[in-house]
């Protein structure tokens, strides 16, 4: 009797055992599908404000590169002649190795002037001439960029400033022809040349005063002359603007890295 009950009884114990193995096991697969779905939905939500952030960094990226690469490098204002100067430039130069593009760049200070789409290659230059034809009078020899502008530049000193399309300040530099600032370069046939270990482009002492070289700054580690690398290398000083771009280089990195991840993460 307790054979056969307990024969009768195996059964359905076996097959209750089994529904509730069965039972368990999928309830652990849906749970598990579900945080596996969960999970994915995590990493594609992740991966999107990630690639969000790489944009507005690279966006960041993009202008600090143009802010720290463009710089004046050469102001001729005032030569020996009275009066209007004819053959008067500033020189802008690119010290990145990155070529910056200038469509809807202007002057906000000292100049007029408004840039179309120009872009100017990496460790190269461009002049803005008032006169090009009386430019090109007096340097026979240049062949580079010369872009010509209204107006002039003030025989006693001014402010030039550059703004980027969005009219944030590029660079803005005050010279003037007295105090410190180099006296060759008021009438005296010299022109204001950046120093190629300047900081502070509206300190006196960051200039000197040299005869006219238009296209041809020698701040650069290679200058580039018609395409062809000529002059010595030098290392440059380091500005705060570098090391803002340093950073956010490292920061660029660090967010497609964790991106990278989470894009994995999501396809699985």
Known sequence: ??????????????????????????ARWSIASTNSVGRRARARRSAAKLRA?????ASLL???ASHAALIPTEIYYNGP??????????EISNRSVLAVDLGGYRFGAGLSLSFESLLLRPKSSLVVAPNPDGFRKRFPDFSGLLVDTAGGLSNGGETLELLDATGASVFSVRYDDTGLW?????GGGESLQLLADA????????????????????GFGTVLVDN??????????????HLFLVGLIALYRAVRDKATKALSAASR
């Open 62 to 64: 993009a202008a600090q």
């Open 53 to 57: 952030s790489l944009g507005i960094i």
């Open 1 to 26: 009797m307790i054979s056969q009950y307990a024969h009768s009884c195996a059964p359905r114990s076996y097959d209750a055992s089994r529904r509730l193995i069965d039972f368990d096991v999928d």
């Open 228 to 241: 062809e690398p000529t002059g010595a290398a030098s290392v440059p000083t380091p500005t705060p603007a």
């Open 81 to 90: 002649l009275g009066g209007a100067d004819p053959d008067e430039f500033l």
């Open 182 to 186: 180099p006296r060759g370069a008021d």
């Open 199 to 218: 900081v502070d482009l509206n300190a006196p002492a960051s200039w000197t005063g040299a005869s006219p070289t238009p296209g041809r700054w020698d």
